[in-house]
């Protein structure tokens, strides 16, 4: 199998000083999916927006061979779904929204509205299409932001806190789509039955450095390494009942 | 907010959206409309049968495009009295002609001529734009506007300011749910300071939002230009609809 993510000693700190990443070292094999949890300011979204080239720290950074070098490259394989979908979605039609990238990639029109089509199909929004976002709940909205990257057909999906502000229902609704994805995944997020369900590997990222790396259910067994990183399950919680994702990674 | 939302619901499209007017190309209807406003303002008060005319168009596109008169008497209310305030004054000021008195007050025949014609002026210039409004949405309006080389930094401003609108009116919302669900109930002009707050975080929340949509737009290979998913295509429809619209004003206009 083959490595799509690589980063290696990556560093990054704010305009202030402050130091945000300090040397994370990462591979991410072709189809796996990947859970990077850690506590509120534990880097997790600075991580993110290196992968996708938006913010630029020190070290090497390589998606499926596109670096910071190519930058264009290095966007259309890797799709960032950011938390807050009111700050993704901000065409005025979700039809046209979703167009947004592949139209940035400069693709002909005709594959263009296959591409939404699809992307809309597959979060399961296609009747969605004509409608202003404003219009949507937030479950909705967070489903038209998957597919607008989705239409981008990106190597490598990244989410950041997907899970967040969803009531049950729509929490149960994303899992099972995103669980539909066939693709390498990459998500940031402090609900751990969430990555529990959806990925086979966990890191934790703390004060800027990966300090685990394991398979998720037996690094959620861990208790005690989850509260020296200020995580922890719901009370009650059965690891026992989540089947393992059973993933084939392609 | 309650406030907020009903200009909300004042916004957008009403009618009939299958009317002929409303499926011509944007760019006809904001020429079109546009020249009823520059005809509509530029014509002196002498030559006043000119307001008539440029209102006999606006309710003849009103009634093609089938909204009724009193949604579009609600949406100017709006705007109307604010333009109209710029006037009141004058037929007190502006000296000529016969006087009036009115109790302590002196009307001047010139003021009032002079209130006529901005009464008359604003209210085509502000039924124009309403028409306008009431029969394109509000996308198509800026595509229109960048097609028609407005520059393209005051069409994204614009369109932008639009799509966070309503995300900005739901923030404020949760604010002033949040300053009542701890008793506040401004009485005195002193109780006024926590709104400034509220103004200030709603200042650095909007920036905050910024930054970050900018991030999601370079996220997904935007490069300083706004894709356009479907080209706007003008047919014999939409150029007739302008050269009827100028055809009808424009000779009364010049030949009075």
Redesign the interface.
């Known amino acids: 199998m083959s490595c799509v993510v690589h980063l290696r000693n990556l560093r990054y700190a704010y305009p202030d000083g402050r130091a945000a990443l300090r040397g994370v070292n990462l591979q991410i094999e072709h189809g796996e999916r990947v859970a990077v949890l850690g506590p509120n300011g534990a880097g997790k979204t600075t991580l993110m927006l290196h992968l996708n080239g938006l913010l630029s720290g020190e070290g090497e950074l390589e998606v499926g061979g596109a670096d910071r070098e190519t930058l264009h490259e290095l966007r259309r394989r890797v799709g960032v779904v950011f938390q807050d979908p009111d700050d993704q979605l901000f065409m005025p039609t979700v039809r046209e929204d979703v167009a947004f990238g592949p139209l940035n990639l400069g693709l002909a029109r005709a594959e263009i509205g296959e591409r939404v089509d699809e992307a809309l199909g597959q979060v399961r929004m296609l009747h969605a299409a004509p409608r202003a976002p404003y219009q949507l709940s937030m479950g909705e909205r967070r489903r038209v932001a998957i597919a607008t990257v989705l239409a981008m057909r990106p190597q490598v999906l990244v989410l950041d806190e997907p899970s967040a502000s969803l009531d049950p229902r729509a929490r149960r609704e994303l899992l099972g789509i995103l669980d539909g994805i066939d693709r390498t995944m990459l998500l940031t997020t402090h609900d751990l039955p969430f990555a529990a369900e959806l990925c086979e590997r966990a890191v934790i990222l703390d004060a800027g450095r990966i300090v685990a790396d394991r398979p998720t259910l037996e690094l959620l067994g861990d208790a005690e390494l989850l509260a020296r990183h200020d995580l922890e399950l719901p009370a009650g919680f059965d690891l026992a009942r989540i089947a393992p994702p059973a993933r084939v990674a392609a | 907010m309650a406030l907020c939302n009903h200009a909300l619901e004042l916004t957008g499209v009403a009618g009939d959206p299958e009317s002929p007017v409303h499926r011509l190309d944007p760019r006809a209807k904001v020429l079109g409309l546009v020249a009823v406003t520059v005809i509509g303002v530029s014509t002196p008060v002498r030559l006043w049968p000119v307001y008539g005319g440029c209102a006999l168009v606006l309710a003849a596109v009103a009634a093609a495009a089938r909204v009724p008169a009193r949604q579009l008497w609600r949406r100017a209310r709006v705007v109307l009295p604010l333009v109209l305030l710029v006037g009141v004054f004058v037929p007190l000021v502006r000296t000529g002609g016969t006087a009036y008195e009115l109790g302590p007050l002196t009307l001047h025949e010139a003021g009032l001529t002079v209130l006529g014609a901005l009464a008359a002026k604003a209210t085509i210039g502000t039924l124009s734009a309403v028409l306008l409004a009431a029969t394109t ?3 198509a309006i ?1 595509r229109a506007l960048e097609s028609l080389r407005v520059p393209r930094l005051f069409v994204l401003i614009a ?2 300011m ?3 609108l ?2 900005i009116v739901e923030e404020l919302g949760r604010m002033r749910g949040a300053l009542a669900a701890r008793a506040y109930r401004p009485r005195h002009v002193r109780d006024a300071a926590p709104l400034g707050r509220v103004a200030t975080a709603m200042f650095l929340r909007t920036y905050g ?1 910024g930054e ?2 900018y ?9 300083g230009r706004m ?3 479907e080209p706007l295509r003008l047919r014999a429809a939409d150029l007739g609809f302008v050269a009827l619209v100028v055809a009808a004003l424009l000779p009364f206009r010049l030949a009075i």
Request: without cysteine; positive net charge.
């Open positions: 949405s509000y996308p800026m369109s932008f639009h799509r966070y309503f995300v939002r970050r949509v991030l999601a737009m370079l996220a997904r290979g935007y490069d894709p356009e998913l």
